[in-house]
């Protein structure tokens, strides 16, 4: 994949103040505090888990909000979007991202400041850029937490 060279690049200076840490302690400590009131049923399911993919779609919708607002000051929002992303000429194009991640970025701003809210979570955003995230890890904390409500339970 190549990346342009010249241009702005706000989405990827937003990507850096966004804490992704923060954002999964905040599902551990709602998972934490979801155990401590499993009460006394045996039901795996009266407690609800917070998982990973919650927490990092908690953090792309903080970034394409601001992103979102960002473009409502334009007076056309969606020609702003689209000249963000695709057309090289314009002053507000994003110069440092991948075809992948430029693709996923204007779908994600356009939902965002059409609906108020983003559909789905690709790791392929730039905010993930340099983070391995490993599916079966993702997996195993979900079943422990059932196994640890469950032992709560009992």
Known sequence: ??????GRTRNTSIDSTIDLQKYVDAARESNSAAL??????????AVSYTSSSEAFRAALTDKYSRLAAEAKTHSNPEEHIYGKYYDKGSRYYEANLTDTERRIAYN???QMY????I???SYQD????GI????DVVD???IMFKRRTVNRQI
């Not at 994949?1 to 010249?6: E, R």
């Not at 730039?126 to 850029?129: E, H, N």
């Open 1 to 6: 994949m190549q990346k342009n060279v010249s």
């Open 36 to 45: 401590e009131n499993a009460g006394n049923e045996i039901d795996v399911n």
């Open 108 to 110: 994600y701003e356009m």
């Open 114 to 117: 059409k609906d108020g809210k």
């Open 119 to 121: 559909n789905g979570v």
């Open 126 to 129: 730039s905010l993930f850029r």
């Open 132 to 135: 391995e995230i490993n599916g």
């Open 140 to 142: 195993n904390d979900r």
